[in-house]
């Protein structure tokens, strides 16, 4: 089946503006996570749903992040009035289990690159 | 924050060689994974061993963990030239009750290049 899938896959802001970044899961996956790619680096969480609620959101780096999936299903990462230091790869992944439900393999999308110019 | 250390930072290799590569981690896990990523793409799973596991293998790929030295290692047997990519390893932390919390801790990850 076909797997996670992200848009825009690239995406240039002005500083200031707003950027919204899609997600969309495998079906039925119940799990969704937001992480944030710095260049040359590792992955860094930033928030976890379980269905639509969103159980941790501790990797938000600021006020400015929101995220949401109403539904369940299809997930938004917001950023708001945007900064250079912005700039990544913003990496959405699904898993079929739940939080604390046991060892679980995380599906990544291929990404959305946000340049902050 | 990175929960992790990857050794090599970067390795070179010819076609036909094995490649080791290291992660050091800081705290208790429930499990250790194995993460690829090619250029432009995104991560794709290799391989995950669960804390009271020492060793795990799936094809090519062998990874072994020590606990007691909070480190693990992955093994690719005779590489190919489209085993080049970055090659990351995350952990997870233990819930209650054996569980395991599903988000995952990167390290800094290994740059591996495999030559012709």
């Known amino acids: 089946g076909a797997g996670v899938s992200q848009s825009p896959r690239y995406k240039v802001a002005k500083r200031g503006q707003d950027v919204a970044l899609r997600c969309d899961p495998i079906?039925?996956?119940?799990?969704l996570f937001w992480y944030q790619q710095a260049l040359g680096q590792g992955p860094e969480f930033l928030t976890y749903?379980?269905?639509?609620?969103?159980l941790d959101k501790s990797g938000l780096p600021s006020d400015r992040f929101f995220a949401e999936r109403p539904e369940g299903s299809v997930s938004t990462l917001k950023i708001q009035r945007t900064q250079q230091e912005d700039s990544a790869v913003y990496l959405c992944?699904?898993?079929?289990?739940?939080w604390g439900a046991g060892a679980q393999t995380q599906y990544f999308g291929p990404g959305t690159r946000l340049l902050v110019l | 924050s990175q929960q992790g250390e990857e050794d090599p930072q970067a390795l070179s290799i010819q076609e036909g060689e094995n490649a080791t590569m290291n992660c050091s981690y800081k705290?208790?896990?429930?499990?250790l994974q194995w993460y690829r990523q090619n250029s432009g793409r995104g991560l794709v799973h290799l391989i995950l061993?669960?804390?009271?596991?020492r060793e795990k293998h799936s094809g090519r790929l062998r990874v072994t963990l020590d606990t007691s030295k909070k480190s693990s290692s992955l093994l690719i047997t005779a590489s190919r030239a489209a085993d080049t990519a970055s090659y990351f390893c995350?952990?997870?932390?233990?819930?209650?009750?054996?569980?395991?919390?599903?988000?995952?801790?990167f390290g800094q990850g290994t740059i591996l290049t495999v030559h012709p």
């Open positions: 992944a699904s898993s079929s289990r739940g």
């Open positions: 079906s039925g996956h119940v799990s």
């Open positions: 749903f379980q269905n639509e609620a969103q």
């Open positions: 705290t208790s896990i429930n499990n």
């Open positions: 061993i669960r804390s009271n596991e």
């Open positions: 995350a952990t997870a932390k233990p819930g209650a009750g054996g569980t395991s919390y599903g988000k995952l801790t």
